[in-house]
């Protein structure tokens, strides 16, 4: 309980679609479990793109680094909507966030609900989240000819790298199963293929009660569908944990389910807790959208904040929820309805 106990300055960005909408169950969910936050509102996104051209201001990135956490609904323009250039939010925003915060890691959880093909399935991704692909170098040569040339290299430094894979070591130190799988493309990859997995090799020595083995990310694919109860967690690059991630979250019960901190680890700064999945404009303000993943991103928030009762209390509200949820598929409940039957269970 945090009453009596400063309140954590919380910044949300509820940003697009059905981001608000599962912001707010969110909090609602937070507020019930007695956590008191000091919130503001952050207007950013593909909205305040469209109205005044502005992505993430300088000042508004320096006053976000002063608050506790992030917590961020969505952000996107609808599917098939041309007025947004591709990778304007994400980069000049998502992305931007992540490494001028210096988030090192996605951590994604997953469950397999009742009913799904992961089911009884229980692993964790840790994802490297400032390097690889989408470290941004790259570009183009001779562009709109008919010899242009198109690189986007993927930056993997040991430094990276070797923090991101620790951080996964220690996670499953904590863990029952105490297994970690290190999944590249090391056949093909030859370069950073080696640097992950002789980083990964070298780290081990420091964890001796954990064992690890090593999956080519193609056939991680497969066992995700066919054999997921066979990971505990899995650390992998930025791109191959954001393709796995979404399999994942299939596997597991939908995406809706799919939650993620994007941690600071050493707490240089905030970090930032997001669902996986997007904006969903096709089914925004209609109350149908799912918040279970916006709730569970919040309770790995309030985790991070050290509010471990809390957080373990919502997450067995939501396992509940989920597991009621995954059954009775034909009585869809409103986002509203799934926010207050968590609030009451707990
Ligand atoms: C995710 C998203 C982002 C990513 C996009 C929106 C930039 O897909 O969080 O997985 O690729 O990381
Ligand atoms: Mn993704």
Redo the contacts with the bound molecule.
Sequence with gaps: MSTGTIKRRIAVIGGDGIGPEVCAEALKVVAAAGVELDTTDFDLGAARYLRDGSVLPDAVLEELRGYDAILLGA??PPVGDTSIPPGT???GL??RL?FALDLYV?LRPFTGVPGSIAEGADFVVIRE?TEGT?AGEGGFLRKGTAAEVATQGSVNTRMGVERCVRFAFELAAQRSKRHLTLVHKTNVLTFAGDLWNRTVTEVAHEFPEITWDYNHVDAACIYLVEQPGRYDVIVTD??F??IL??LAGAVSGGIGFAA?ANLNPPRTGPSLF?P?H?AAHDIAGKGIANPLAAIHSAALMLEHLGDRDAAHRILKALSEQSNIMSTTSTAQLSTTAVGDAIAERL
Excluded: A, M, P, W
Aim: zero cysteines; aromatic letters at 4%.
């Design positions: 952000v996107g939010l994400e980069r998502l992305l992540r996605n989240n989408y930025n791109l944990g954001d991630t979404d993620s997001e996986v997007g």
